[in-house]
């Protein structure tokens, strides 16, 4: 029997990754995604969010830019960098949390590939990402 309706699925990956002002092609995020069979392979769903949370800010961080990429060395880009500025804890203010809206974005991109790679960077200063969930439909 065919599926309808929507269907919502969300993984998170909890992994310290330590992050600065710069790319890392070390400290990422990795996410499996499974791969549609009846689209010859292509991940035939759509990215709706990603949120994540952060620790031990310093340095004056402020602002985190994400890139979500199909490979491990960040070189094929599935949504190009976003940059946001991160929520500051209010009662601790070295812990922080995000939050990305894709609005339902097909990401063609992941054909041949069944992994989500997540990179980080600051504005300034250090922090660690504690926790990372992306969620997607289909």
């Known amino acids: 029997m065919a599926k309808t309706g929507k269907f919502t699925h969300s993984e998170k990956n909890a992994n310290l990754i330590s992050v600065s ?7 990422k995020h990795t996410f499996t995604i499974p791969l549609d069979p009846w689209y010859e392979g292509v991940f035939n769903g759509y990215l709706e969010s990603l949120l994540f949370t952060l620790s031990d ?3 004056g961080a402020s602002k985190i830019t994400i890139r979500l990429c199909a490979d491990a060395n960040g070189d094929v880009g599935i949504v190009g960098d976003v940059e946001l500025a991160f929520d500051i ?9 995000g939050q990305i809206l894709y609005d339902h974005f097909q990401c063609k991109q ?3 590939t069944n992994e989500i790679f997540v990179f980080y960077k600051l504005d ?3 922090a660690k990402v504690t926790q990372c969930q992306l969620n997607w439909s289909e």
Not at 21 to 27: E, F, G, L, P, W
């Open 21 to 27: 002002n710069a790319y890392s092609t070390v400290n």
């Open 124 to 126: 300034a200063g250090t």
């Open 57 to 59: 800010i310093a340095g």
């Open 110 to 112: 992941l054909q041949g």
């Open 89 to 97: 804890g209010i009662t601790t203010a070295t812990v922080g949390s």
